[in-house]
């Protein structure tokens, strides 16, 4: 069986989870948006956002959120600062590295108003092209999103192939119609139904979704926890696991 096209996805989704404008929440007034985007999505690199979230704060009331700030703090001071993201020493080290590069290139924003941000973005230290594209989405450019959750959901469905790489998924998602969905919001989407159907094991195609993770914001993830009936999409995956569906077989824990 095929797998459905990305709108029928991305409306499905949106439907089912319906759209979080505080997905990546302000945790510091005081920091420019982008700023805070950019420092918390290298501190997300391997690690799971609440904890991340945890740290910005940390950081925040220390004084030591902004690029000035770090650019001259000890490496020793940040150490317990940074620890729930990963590898707290060595970022301990780079971070202050991050932030001379962004103050040297005139700050976040204008990187992102110059001709080619995604460039300028990757010339930075620690970022790589899913941060360059998630800061893009969430800054106003409708750019696709590749990462692992992304990979398993859309892979699982048969929209993308998850073996290929960063850059041919990208361009196959960018030249795709998203039923007006925007990045922004189907990457969100796509990360919430990893976290609580489309797992890595043993995939909740059938209710209880898992609950939501300890966040920050409040909001988040709380209209469809405690857990909703079911995964909106195993009417139509090829991969799902609820009896009698697209693939057979039986319920999934």
């Known amino acids: 069986m095929p797998g459905p096209d990305l709108a ?61 700030a770090l650019a001259a703090a000890d490496p020793a001071e940040l150490v317990p600062l940074l620890r729930g993201s990963a590898y707290p020493t060595t970022r301990s080290r780079l971070l202050p590295r991050l932030a001379a590069e962004v103050l040297d290139a005139g700050g976040v924003r204008a990187l992102l108003a110059s001709d080619d941000p995604r460039s300028a973005l990757l010339a930075l230290p620690q970022v790589g092209p899913e941060t360059a594209d998630t800061l893009l989405a969430f800054t106003g450019t409708d750019v696709p999103v590749v990462d692992a959750y992304l990979r398993r959901v859309l892979g699982r469905l048969g929209v993308v192939d998850p073996s290929a790489s960063y850059a041919a998924v990208r361009a196959e998602l960018a030249a795709m119609p998203t039923g007006g969905v925007h990045w922004e919001v189907l990457h969100a989407l ?44 195993a009417g139509v995956c090829p991969s799902s696991q609820v009896s009698g569906g697209p693939a057979g077989g039986t319920t999934g824990g």
């Open 8 to 68: 029928t996805v991305a409306r499905a989704l949106l439907d089912h989870y319906g759209e979080e404008p505080w997905w990546i929440p302000v945790l510091l007034p005081g920091l420019d948006r982008a700023d805070e985007l950019l420092l918390g999505l290298v501190l997300c690199q391997q690690s799971r956002w609440e904890r991340v979230e945890q740290v910005l704060l940390r950081l925040g009331a220390a004084g030591l959120a902004g690029w000035d």
């Open 190 to 233: 796509v990360v919430e139904h990893g976290i609580h159907h489309c797992l890595t094991g043993r995939p909740r195609c059938a209710g209880p979704a898992v609950p939501r993770r300890d966040y920050a914001e409040p909001r988040k993830c709380a209209a469809h926890c405690p857990p909703c009936g079911g995964c909106p999409l």
